[in-house]
């Protein structure tokens, strides 16, 4: 497929104020004749109560994205705004801020201590930063991730998908302005995957919160209300209300 392929235009649903807006965003890695592009001016925006994922194939640079996206990584060029901070122009400690304050992080291993009940798991974040804990918002999430009776086990005694959702639940706890999920089902059954989706799918739309999630599976990226697709560090679709079988199909295509 064409790396000059059009992007598709947005619809209405997306018109929301960005939270998250990258400018011309380009990420080289070594010099001269070793130097690799992953990211080759990447521009995109996530809005404000949307769940995007970000699909491609191996080596597409999808994961160096969501790094640069999050402040993890450092951008070669360009621009990341979280709201109307320019996080490419944050030194280290003011980064350490900007992701305990108003990120959230969801990854594939979960990143549980194993020394802590899920209760104390899921408020250690606040507890770091030393944050006032909303006790309402709090309750609410323990239910609809249906933890209610698991608050005081160890993670050793919850199954994947139980800590999977003590992960979720912990990064939503503090109402960050983005959650950036790694494959966060990559470790889960079926099942256990499904839950966790619908339930970021349910953040975005009845908490306003914005989910940008990594994955490589299409079944997964359909919770999405978008998929956006890179080929070679560059953007190249999108694709909005997505299907397992229309992100296959995109995939496909990418890879012929």
């Known amino acids: ?13 997306t018109q929301a104020p960005p939270v998250v807006t990258a400018r011309s965003l380009s990420k080289v890695y070594g ?3 070793s130097a690799v592009r992953a990211l080759d001016g990447v521009s995109v925006e996530f809005a404000r109560g949307h769940y995007t994922a970000i699909m491609g194939p191996s080596g597409s640079g999808k994961s160096t994205l969501m ?3 999050a402040g993890l990584d450092t ?3 360009g621009t990341v705004h979280l709201d109307r901070t320019d996080i490419t122009r944050l030194n280290d400690r003011q980064l350490t801020q900007l992701r305990r304050e108003r990120i959230g992080f969801i ?4 990143n549980l201590l194993p020394m802590l009940t899920a209760e104390q798991n899921i408020l250690l974040p606040a507890q770091i930063a030393k944050r006032k804990v909303d006790r309402e918002r709090f309750e609410r999430l323990i239910d609809v991730v249906g933890l209610r009776d698991r608050l005081d086990h160890l993670p050793s005694k919850l199954s994947g998908g139980q800590q999977q959702r003590v992960a ?3 990064a939503l706890l503090g109402a960050p302005e983005v959650v950036y999920a790694d494959e966060p089902t990559g470790n889960l059954d079926s099942r256990s995957g499904a839950g966790v989706l619908s339930f970021l799918r349910d953040s975005a739309r009845d908490m306003g919160q914005t989910i940008v999630m990594v994955t490589h599976d299409p079944m997964a990226a359909s919770y999405a209300d978008r998929v956006i697709f890179l080929h070679d560090g560059q953007l190249v679709d999108e694709v909005h209300a997505p299907t397992a079988e229309t992100i296959s199909d995109r995939l496909l295509k990418l890879e012929s």
Request: aromatic share 6%; charged share 15%; glycine share 0%.
């Open 67 to 69: 790094h640069c996206l």
């Open 75 to 77: 951008a070669s060029s």
């Open 107 to 110: 990854f594939q291993s979960f």
């Open 1 to 13: 497929m064409s790396q000059t392929a059009a992007v598709a235009a947005p619809d209405d649903s």
């Open 31 to 33: 010099a001269d004749d």
């Open 168 to 170: 979720v639940a912990r």
